[in-house]
């Protein structure tokens, strides 16, 4: 086998260029795959709410009541004092997910209190998370009220691009205002084409 110059010359430029290819590869795959490990997904928005809402099963009776609490107010329930701190929610089109932190104190025989749970009771997982008395049984069931909407947080969610269309524009623009209808600032429903 005769080899000559040029061979080796060209052999040596094709190995190059094979080994550039193969860097560039690798170098992308490494980039894809750090930025797939350090990418963490969308933090979920937490809704602050004002009520939590309790069901209670009384052992002795076997009835069970819901109990609807502000936060840092005191509801009674047989013997229970129930005073939640915080209750968090998520919106309805994230993984559900409702915590609140809630304090139980009992009333003692002689008067006194006792304080038997301190925590957050998660309303996903009411066997795991809830009071077990041996006379009452309470769990969380959901939030209500929030102070603050998504909305109101992210304010640019609502908002819509003009119409190109000027027929759409005039139609809208000439339509009387319903007597309800919430000032254009605050109204954050979505508008949508047909």
Not at 114 to 129: D, H, L, N
Not at 153 to 161: E, K, S
Request: charged share 25%; aromatic share 6%.
């Amino acid at each position: 086998m005769h080899l000559r110059q040029t061979d080796l010359l060209d052999f040596g430029r094709r190995t190059k260029v094979r080994r550039r290819a193969g860097l560039f590869v690798s170098t992308l795959l490494v980039s894809c795959t750090l930025a797939t490990l350090t990418a963490s997904p969308a933090a979920a928005d937490r809704i602050e709410n004002q009520v939590a809402v309790f069901s209670a099963l009384d052992k002795v009776t076997a009835h069970i009541s819901k109990i609807e609490v502000e936060l840092n107010k005191t509801a009674t329930f047989g013997a229970l004092k129930i005073t939640p701190r915080a209750c968090y929610s998520r919106p309805p089109t994230d993984e559900p997910k409702t915590d609140t932190f809630v304090e139980i104190d009992e009333t003692q025989v002689d008067g006194s209190e006792k304080r038997i749970f301190t925590g957050w009771m998660f309303a996903e997982s009411p066997g795991i998370y809830g009071l077990e008395h041996p006379t009452y049984d309470v769990w969380l069931t959901h939030c209500e009220k929030p102070i603050r909407t998504i909305a109101e947080d992210n304010p640019n969610a609502g908002t819509v691009a003009p119409s190109d269309d000027p027929n759409q524009a005039g139609a809208a623009a000439g339509a009387p205002p319903a007597a309800d209808q919430i000032p254009p600032d605050q109204d954050f429903r979505r508008r949508v084409r047909r």
